[in-house]
């Protein structure tokens, strides 16, 4: 089945403790973004990929991190995070950039106390 | 940043009636995207609609697209309390400078009612 799989689903931690939320898809797709949902801001960009080893900023990347050494996997990297962190994380991914529909994991619920 | 605007922010309707959610944007695009979310969960891709098109179906959906106006709507016929979710259009800017970014609108919460 055509996926895209994120971990963990719900997660609740402290200030400073770094953490990864990994993201996987098993499409082949060369494009990978995150976003973050937030309540009264919508769904805004993070992160996203073009390919292996291709990455760049989205509309809020501060306090993120993200790596994409294998087609299929962009972890979501939080090296110190904080309360304003806290949000609905969800990973897509899509064939081209741009070119056609984005599938959306089930997202990730963090909570940093 | 948000771009779209969507109208009305909440719908509710009873089962058989149609539903209309309305979405304006601000850029020029390369298409736009209809997602459903159910509460908290994962989108779900609807419908796409690129900028050279004006009208397009699937099974009980209709999305039309007035560049003009740079705005869409979504119509659901006939709705069903399976259609119960939050309603998110979403642009792709033209111009490759936006490498296949979504811009979301706030979305249309809809409600149908058996």
């Known amino acids: 089945e055509a996926q895209v799989t994120q971990n963990p689903r719900y997660l609740i931690t402290v200030t400073g403790k770094k953490l990864t939320v990994t993201c996987s898809q098993n499409m082949n797709h060369e494009y990978m973004s995150w976003y973050r949902q937030d309540p009264g801001l919508g769904l805004r960009q993070i992160y996203y990929s073009m390919n292996v080893e291709v990455t760049d900023k989205g509309d809020v990347p501060e306090g993120y991190k993200v790596s994409r050494k294998e087609k299929r996997n962009f972890p979501l990297i939080l090296e110190s995070p904080s309360p304003n962190q806290t949000s609905l994380y969800f990973c897509?991914?899509?064939?081209?950039?741009?070119?056609?529909?984005?599938?959306f994991g089930p997202g990730t619920r963090l909570t940093v106390t | 940043s948000q771009q779209g605007e969507e109208d009305p922010q909440a719908l509710s309707i009873q089962e058989g009636e149609n539903a209309t959610m309305n979405c304006s944007y601000k850029?020029?695009?390369?298409?736009l995207q209809w997602y459903r979310q159910n509460s908290g969960r994962g989108l779900v891709h609807l419908i796409l609609?690129?900028?050279?098109?004006r009208e397009k179906h699937s099974g009980r959906l209709r999305v039309t697209l007035d560049t003009s106006k740079k705005s869409s709507s979504l119509l659901i016929t006939a709705s069903r309390a399976a259609d119960t979710a939050s309603y998110f259009c979403a642009t792709v800017d033209a111009g490759g400078t936006s490498y296949g970014k979504l811009t979301f609108g706030q979305g249309t919460i809809l409600t149908v009612h058996p």
């Open positions: 850029t020029s695009i390369n298409n």
């Open positions: 609609i690129r900028s050279n098109e």
């Open positions: 897509a991914s899509s064939l081209l950039a741009g070119k056609g529909e984005q599938y």
